[in-house]
């Protein structure tokens, strides 16, 4: 029996699988070609079963070698693409590659990411101008040319090419923005300068610019201009970063950097630039670290229908985004793959194909990285058999209690039971495991009412699951006839501490309603109240967001609570003063005041800013008022040798809160002096503990040298290992986390601008673990602002913190409480006790915690960040003794407007679709709340102010969002943010894109340049000026054609002059036949024409044939010429109301050349005695000279609103009639005479 179980061992562990060794020996790396050249990516893999098979993807597709004939896969792997093919609107061979390794039947993996990118044509932004310096200034050139990728630029003088590198004292140096700058200006400097600007894809000469060296005029001085100022830099980590920063002006200025308020030598996170004249300019650094893996993924065994979790924990700036990748497959977030505790895969219910390799891969902008781990599924070795009698104990709604005997055979010790359990219909199984061996029991909790699950039940031993028990099916009851939820709940804030909410009956009760109960939540508890249908909450905080849901009650109790709603009771003013204030004497006549804001539950709103008091002993004071994010102020201008006394208070929109006391400092008789380094500190003592060595000091003797702080040196045996600066101010210091019985040497020093004192030595040796405490020590905390982190004590432990409550007080802050037990009822208030309260977030993975110390029994922990987890414990320390941590207590706070803007904001052009473009971008970094919504904005001119662009809403969980009917060959700007519920983020950067000129030979789209060089930005139209409509050509892009147009309107214009002079000639005979006309016109037979202008009588008739006649015998109009104008003038008066007609509407003048003609006809019947007239199709002919004169007041009112109309491109139909520069004849040819079978006069003209 024993060798068949030994044989039964050994046989499961020979089937054990082994994990497989799969990696990348070789991946892709970013490249940059040109069109026309050959790329090539490398890739090779390495396993130790076998040599993996090498398959390529782009932009997440696997690629094709048959497909497309220039694509090629070498025998090592390689990729091999020739010809590269790229195109403003194709661009095939661009974009993201992977390489992808398989191991058949096992399992794949995919490489880093490797951007292609095909080099582009350069452009020059803006053209280099000429300048002119005084002697003796700086002069400055720029270079402002883009491209893809970025240009080297250099510089030519008078066309000889300028040095590529300079020394550090040369004059002239080439900036890395491309700008040229010339220093201390000489006559020799005078002469012409261009720039050129290669990428390995094209090159570009800019414009000459000249250089001219003014005289300058002894003792005159010139004011101060920046010629440059420091730019936003991000590089790199371990990159250097160049920041530009210059100025010219009389004296010549000289230059140094700040660091905030601190003076640096170097470029650092947060810099400003500034001239000794009282100029500066501020910018920022920010450092970019590609992502690092704190914690990978791990190969891991597991059994079918359990649960795993694979860990990956990531860092780098910007923080990275993270995907999860099975066999080279996005994993897609379900059901059953989940991703917990920041990004950690949870896979539930295993199956066998869940088999294989996953890859954790982490992308910012400054790289990608993948993390590689396989996951294998056990088989079955010697194990236990199926428990026995698996029955349940308790079923109800939403769960069941199952209880079973223990298997008969179980093959070694049990080491736990697993109740596996399914819905009816899903094929997925999940499990849960008892927490004790010996448990034969087991509730499954979380289920639908009225559904039918099957349990089984598995207990394992230290091989594996044994046998299965039969399954059992059960149906969970139904739920009880309780409420549904009350309806139209609405809450309103009648004052800072009151709200007001009402709400209707259920919908359905389900029997008598008998109360309703109505729960608001500000505390973790909150509070409960059986009222009727409206209640008023009092009593509340100020300007605090409460949480409240209201839920009906019947005989069975409670029903469906509503959704939770929130509200914030209204501000006020508030009702304690700044905190923290602190006062620095920085000069003999400065003083520079310190303050923190109010404790947030005292803000009663948000702070606007602050009221400063200041006062001169014996003397009325003065009041200063401060921006909100200033938490300092310098006074200056004080008189030496004088106390001076401040108070400050916070103010909101409601008012000005409490005054501060009154806070007192003296300035000195004269400054101290920072010529020389200070002296050696007077004194230094020093007590060393088993893990720490507690440190006290005196300042120098020498009062009037200032001291700016103090710099501590330790070590074993010498005092250099660790170095750490504390403040002037500062006299106590604790060094931690040392061994025990070991010889340390200490230095300390005193520094100030003018460098570092000399230091003074003293050495200790910590105590060892066993040595009986002093009880000296227990008073030395009291020195300390923040004490020592507590050192362990052997003796009886203090009891923890109980009772940790942690509640969200704002976006950025928590309050956590405690009780403390250790303290009795007869224990005296004067004992000093500490407590130490550290957090982190939920989703942190780093596992550092941040602490802060307090004496309360309350602690508001501030700089959070919004709509995140955070946990919170506390420990309380008494002398040498301290407790262990509290329980852990959690709280989220609350959501915030987003503080960073949508990222990669993308415009890209439709193929065949030239006046639509497709926008792309990724969520804000910092989203604070779930987004509900994205507004887009655009326009022509981006120095217009925002409420001016177009703007478009477009919903939260969209990435992506065409514009139509834009203007072809026109330059959009584009900018987005991004809203949650309580508000919208910042924009994002305005980016510009040009929309495509059409198709080459269509009358509808601007005629293709095919050259590299953009020429489009030469006959840019005015910013906010519209394009020509459909099928009109500009005079700038076709000479030829307004060469036609003006020839054919001057022969226009000469027959329309011939024309209405034969009609003011004829007048008494036309006016003869047109009263035999008149008689006639009942005649069924007689047809009139479309359109005439008799000599008498002007009509304007239609020039389609009518399809039926009106009553009268004569033709119905359709539409007359006179009613074509008013409406399009009420269109367009329509449509450039709107905001949105900068897409999709051009324009359309006709005014002049209608006036112009009428002016004519007027003059020319005048000169022949005869008065013209308009009327329309059978009008009356007195009406003619008010026709015209109405004519002439709708132009002339259309001129004064708007010069000009907005006609529609695409919404007219193509056989509407519209006014037209040209003219055209129908019935009547000018120089071949009357059509054949028309009857027309020689004195009518017809127009279409």
Not at 320 to 332: Q, Y
Not at 551 to 570: E, H, K, Q, W
Not at 823 to 832: A, D, F, G
């Amino acid at each position: 029996m024993h060798l068949m179980e030994l044989y039964l061992k050994v046989a499961a562990v020979y089937t054990l699988r082994h994990f497989v060794e799969l990696r990348f020996v070789l991946e892709p790396l970013d490249m940059v070609t040109v069109r026309g050249s050959v790329l090539q990516l490398d890739c090779q893999a390495r396993s130790d079963q076998g040599v993996p098979a090498i398959a390529w993807k782009k932009d997440g597709v696997l690629l094709s070698t048959v497909v497309d004939e220039r694509r090629q896969q070498l025998t090592n792997g390689s990729l091999l693409v020739q010809n590269v093919v790229h195109s403003r609107h194709h661009r095939p061979d661009e974009g993201s590659y992977q390489c992808l390794a398989t191991l058949e039947g096992m399992g794949a993996i995919v490489s880093r990411t490797a951007k292609v990118t095909v080099s582009g044509p350069l452009r020059v932004v803006v053209p280099t101008e000429s300048v002119s310096s005084y002697m003796g200034d700086t002069a400055l050139l720029r270079c402002e040319v883009t491209g893809e990728p970025m240009p080297v630029v250099r510089w030519q003088k008078n066309r000889e090419d300028l040095p590529l590198t300079f020394t550090t004292d040369s004059r002239v140096v080439v900036l890395p923005s491309g700008s040229l700058q010339v220093s201390q200006v000489q006559p020799p400097d005078s002469a012409t300068y261009r720039c050129l600007a290669e990428n390995p894809g094209s090159a570009r000469t800019g414009t000459d610019a000249d250089l001219r060296v003014l005289p300058a005029e002894p003792g005159v001085s010139r004011s101060l201009v920046f010629l440059q100022r420091p730019q936003k830099v991000t590089a790199l980590q371990g990159k250097d970063a160049v920041l530009e920063c210059s100025a010219s002006g009389y004296p010549t200025p000289s230059f140094y950097w700040l660091r905030g308020n601190e003076m640096i030598e170097t470029a650092h996170i947060c810099v400003f630039c500034q001239s000794t004249s009282d100029m500066s300019a501020v910018t920022l650094v920010s450092s970019s670290v590609p992502p690092q893996f704190l914690n990978y993924p791990s190969n891991m065994y597991a059994y079918e229908s359990t649960d795993i979790e694979m860990e990956c924990a990531v860092t780098g700036n910007p923080q990275p985004s993270v995907r999860w990748v099975k066999n080279g497959e996005v994993v897609i977030p379900s059901d059953y793959f989940q991703i917990v505790d920041g990004n950690n895969l949870q896979i539930l219910g295993l199956v066998k194909s869940d088999e294989g390799f996953y890859q954790c891969v982490a992308e910012n902008e400054a790289g990608n990285a993948q993390a590689m781990a396989q996951l294998i599924l056990r088989d079955s070795g010697a194990l236990p058999s199926a428990p026995r009698d698996v029955v349940p104990v308790l079923v109800s709604s939403r769960f069941v209690r199952l209880s079973w005997r223990p298997p008969v055979e179980t093959h070694g010790s049990i080491l736990t039971y697993g109740v596996y359990f399914s819905q009816e219909g899903v094929n997925r199984e999940r499990s849960i495991n008892v927490s004790e061996t010996d448990m034969l029991q087991l509730t499954v909790g979380s289920l639908k009412p009225e559904e039918t699950y099957s349990f089984r039940v598995v207990a394992y031993n230290d091989i594996g699951p044994g046998e299965s028990s039969e399954s059992i099916k059960l149906t969970t009851k139904q739920e009880l006839q309780v409420p549904g939820p009350v309806e139209n709940l609405v809450a309103d804030a009648t004052s800072p501490t009151a709200i007001q909410a009402t709400w209707d009956p259920p919908a359905y009760a389900n029997g008598p309603v008998q109360g309703y109960r109505l729960v608001w939540t500000e505390t973790s508890s909150g509070k409960e109240q059986v009222i009727g249908q409206s209640y008023k909450m009092e009593g509340l905080k100020k300007f605090t967001e409460y949480s409240l849901r209201v839920l009906a009650l019947n005989r069975f109790g409670p029903g469906v609570s509503t959704d939770d709603m929130v509200i914030t009771t209204l501000s006020d003013v508030p009702s304690s003063a700044p905190q923290n204030i602190s006062l620095e004497v920085v000069y003999s006549r400065s003083i520079k005041v310190s303050w923190q804001p109010p404790p947030p539950s005292t803000q009663n709103g948000f702070i606007t800013g602050y009221k400063l008091r200041h006062r001169k002993t014996g003397r009325r004071g003065d009041q200063e008022a401060i921006e909100p994010n200033n938490l300092w102020y310098l006074f200056t201008g004080l008189e030496k040798g004088s106390q001076y006394s401040f108070q400050v208070a916070a103010m909101t929109a409601n008012g000005t809160g409490p005054f501060s006391e009154w806070y007192t400092a003296e300035t000195p008789e004269n400054d101290l002096d920072e010529t020389q380094v200070p002296n050696q500190p007077s004194s230094l003592h020093v007590r060393p503990l088993p893990n720490s060595i507690i440190m006290s000091w005196t300042p120098p003797l020498n009062p009037n040298i200032l001291v700016r702080g103090y710099i501590i040196g330790y070590g074993v045996g010498s005092p250099y290992a660790e170095t750490v600066r504390v403040d002037s101010k500062q006299r106590y210091y604790s060094i931690e986390n040392l061994e025990p019985s070991s010889h340390y040497v200490i230095s300390l020093k005193a520094f100030n601008n003018a460098g570092e004192g000399v230091p003074l030595y003293e050495s200790a040796v910590t105590r060892s673990m066993s040595d009986p405490s002093d009880p000296s020590d227990d008073d030395l905390f009291h020195l300390f602002d923040k004490f020592p982190t507590p050192i362990p004590d052997t003796s009886t432990p203090m009891i923890p913190p109980v009772g940790v409550q942690a509640v969200a007080l704002t976006s950025d802050s928590v309050r956590v409480s405690w009780a403390d037990n250790s303290i009795s009822k007869n224990q005296k208030s004067t004992e000093v006790r500490y407590y130490s309260v550290k957090w982190k977030s939920s989703y942190s993975t780093s596992g550092k915690f941040k602490s802060a110390d307090t004496t309360a029994l309350s602690h508001t922990v501030t700089g959070l960040k919004p709509n995140t987890v955070y946990e919170f414990a506390v420990m309380v320390t008494k002398g040498r003794k301290s407790s262990t941590w509290s329980m852990t207590a959690h709280a989220t706070t609350y959501e915030a407007a987003p503080s960073s803007a949508p990222k990669d904001l993308t415009v890209i052009g439709r193929e065949g679709r030239p006046r639509s473009i497709l926008i792309s971008w990724q969520p804000p970094m910092e989203a604070n709340g779930r987004i509900t919504g994205y507004l887009l904005y655009y326009t022509l001119d981006k120095n217009m102010p925002i409420d001016e662009w177009v703007m478009e809403t477009i919903s939260g969980d969209r990435l992506t969002h065409q514009v139509m009917d834009l203007n072809l060959d026109t330059i959009y700007y584009f900018r987005i943010q991004a809203k949650n519920a309580k508000g919208v983020g910042p924009l994002s950067d305005p980016i510009q894109f040009r929309t495509s000129k059409g198709r080459h030979g269509d009358s509808s789209y601007w005629p293709s340049d095919n050259n590299l060089i953009d020429r489009s930005s030469l006959n840019e139209p005015p910013i906010g000026q519209m394009r020509p409509p459909h099928g009109s050509v500009t005079p700038q892009k076709n000479s030829n054609l307004l060469v036609i147009i003006v020839v054919s309107v001057g022969a226009v214009t000469i027959v329309v002059v011939v024309t209405v002079a034969l009609i003011c000639t004829r007048r008494s005979s036309a006016q003869q036949r047109n009263s035999a006309g008149k008689r006639k016109g009942s005649q069924k037979d007689l047809r009139p024409p479309d359109l005439w202008i008799h000599h008498e009588e002007m009509e304007l008739k239609n020039m389609e044939k009518p399809s039926s006649l009106a009553p009268s015998g004569r033709e119905s109009p359709i539409q007359t010429c006179q009613e074509i104008a008013p409406v399009s003038h009420s269109q367009s008066e329509s449509q450039m109301g709107s905001k949105s007609s900068h897409s999709g509407h051009v324009e359309h003048s006709f005014d002049l050349e209608v006036l112009w003609l009428i002016y004519i006809f007027e003059n020319l019947c005048a000169a022949h005695g005869s008065a013209p007239s308009l009327s329309l199709l059978g009008g009356d002919p007195d009406e003619a000279s008010s026709s015209i004169s109405t004519l002439e007041r709708s132009l002339a009112a259309r001129r004064a609103t708007r010069t000009k109309l907005m006609i529609p491109m695409d919404s007219q139909p193509s056989n509407t009639r519209e006014w037209r520069s040209e003219s055209c004849i129908q019935n009547t040819d000018i120089a071949s005479g009357p059509r054949p079978g028309t009857n027309v006069s020689s004195s009518e003209l017809q127009c279409c």
